[in-house]
């Protein structure tokens, strides 16, 4: 079993639509998680972090961590095309230098 | 310019072949890093550098090498490429500071192909 684990879709929703992304890992030592978004034929790029109680806003983003559940959720209000990519969750591994341990990412189409 | 790019982006190559994916960045960073990616797998780690006289295996180094010539530069080499090898190869750097969040920094990817 992945340490982190997601659903690689697709999903697509219309335009306007409010889309959930969403992640569960099984590290309690996990403390702070990310969200990277990947356009296709181009590498990965951060979006946002967020520490693991609560939620964090950006805009139209929300990022939010549920530690009991070990549940991890992305929101995007008010969808656009451009928002069309995969989406990919990751958190920092402290037992191996930080490395990151990835999700293996949903890609997300938004229909005009 | 980007800050992080990759040669080749494409590369077709034959079963057996040894082959060499270089990566440079300008952003100063320490750590670098090669993944692949394949689909419904995500990001694999494969080497990571800490610094020009650390590397570090990944999850999935076997059939892989790697060579850190200078603080911006890290090459990934297949010795003797397999069809398996076949994937979507990124380089990453990052900003790491103790007690800080770490942000990695990719490069838009070198699509190989091993026949």
């Known amino acids: 079993q992945k340490e982190v684990e997601q659903d690689p879709g697709p999903l697509s929703v219309p335009e306007g639509a409010i889309v959930s992304l969403n992640c569960t890992y099984s590290?309690?030592?996990?403390?702070?998680f990310m969200w990277y978004r990947q356009y296709s034929r181009k590498g990965p790029e951060l979006l946002m972090y967020?520490?693991s109680s609560g939620n964090k806003e950006d805009g139209r983003f929300t990022a939010q961590v549920d530690k009991s559940s070990k549940y991890i959720s992305l929101f995007i209000r008010d969808s656009q095309p451009s928002d069309s990519a995969t989406y990919l969750c990751?958190?920092?591994?402290?037992?191996?230098?930080?490395?990151?341990?990835w999700g293996a990412g949903t890609k997300l189409i938004i229909k005009p | 310019d980007a800050d992080v790019t990759q040669t080749p982006r494409n590369r077709i190559t034959k079963t057996g072949k040894r082959i060499m994916l270089e990566c440079s960045q300008t952003?100063?960073?320490?750590?670098m890093y090669w993944y692949r990616q394949d689909p419904g797998l995500g990001l694999r780690l494969i080497y990571y550098?800490?610094?020009?006289?650390?590397?570090n295996k990944g999850e999935i180094s076997d059939g892989y090498s790697v060579s850190r010539q200078a603080q911006a530069k890290f090459s990934l080499s297949l010795e003797s490429a397999i069809p398996n090898q076949t994937a979507l190869y990124f380089c990453?750097?990052?900003?790491?500071?103790?007690?800080?969040?770490?942000?990695?920094?990719f490069g838009p990817g070198t699509r190989l192909l091993v026949l």
């Open positions: 967020t520490y």
């Open positions: 590290n309690s030592a996990f403390q702070y």
């Open positions: 990751a958190s920092p591994h402290m037992d191996s230098n930080y490395q990151l341990i």
């Open positions: 990453a750097t990052s900003d790491f500071v103790a007690g800080a969040t770490e942000t990695q920094y």
């Open positions: 550098s800490f610094d020009v006289k650390d590397i």
């Open positions: 952003k100063g960073h320490d750590r």
